[in-house]
């Protein structure tokens, strides 16, 4: 199986800052990523797919980019609705895998 | 709005076979565009996909708990279901299912767009 290995495990910010997060495949997995977004209590939400596309409704502070075995999570100004915990999950081969979540706490 | 709902027993005893449906609402589980899967979270830990289901009775398994997994569906219920069988403590967590959108190059299911509320199983005697 393919490992995602995501990074920070955990991260404290202020309303307004720019926070990025990063997830690195085991191997190269084209652009067949995706991130979602988890509150406590709640079922993960998609935000991006195809490592760059922002699902429908998505704010568009939310960005992703990378390709092959390096992709990042970008939320440009953080809002106080985006302290939450990050997944991110390859879907390239079965069986889809996730990392291991970034919590983003308030500073 | 698509709905989906996880329905089943919140305890089951050790060496017994768990057992949940999820039922959809406002969509068909008979649309040639999607799989239908399950995934769980242990308390405070990560995710880990199980296996999904297409409309026709096609499956994917993951391996590190095939030969404990069977997903089935039924689609005059517009529903499909899990069973896990010889459950151990590792095996409490949260179970969600989820839709995922298929890839029609590739013929393989993708991301999760659409995922139930969750339902937590507690194994314990």
């Known amino acids: 199986a393919i490992r995602i290995t995501q990074s920070p495990s955990s991260l404290s910010a202020s309303t307004g800052d720019r926070v990025t997060i990063t997830c690195r495949a085991s191997?190269?997995?084209?652009?067949?990523l995706a991130w979602y977004q988890q509150k406590p209590g709640k079922a993960p939400k998609l935000l991006i797919y195809?490592?760059?596309t922002l699902q429908s409704g998505v704010p568009s502070r939310f960005s992703g980019s990378g390709s092959g075995t390096d992709f990042t999570l970008t939320i440009s100004c953080l809002q106080s609705e985006d302290f939450a915990t990050y997944y991110c999950q390859q879907y390239y081969s079965y069986p889809p895998t996730f990392g291991q979540g970034t919590k983003v706490e308030i500073k | 709005q698509l709905q989906l709902q996880e329905s089943g027993p919140g305890l089951v005893k050790p060496s017994e076979t768990l057992s949940l449906t999820c039922t959809v609402s406002g969509g068909s589980i008979s649309s040639s565009s999607y799989y239908w899967g399950w995934i769980r979270q242990p308390p405070g830990k990560g995710l880990e996909w199980i296996g999904s289901i297409y409309y026709s009775g096609s499956t994917y398994y993951n391996p590190s708990l095939k030969s404990r997994v069977t997903i089935s569906v039924d689609t005059s219920k517009n529903q499909f279901s899990l069973k896990l069988s010889s459950v151990t403590a590792a095996d409490t967590a949260v179970y969600y299912c989820?839709?995922?959108?298929?890839?029609?190059?590739?013929?393989?299911?993708?991301?999760?767009?659409?995922w139930g509320q969750g339902t937590l199983v507690t194994v314990s005697s």
């Open positions: 989820a839709r995922h959108p298929l890839d029609t190059a590739r013929e393989t299911p993708k991301y999760f767009d659409y």
């Open positions: 191997q190269g997995i084209s652009s067949y």
């Open positions: 195809a490592a760059s």
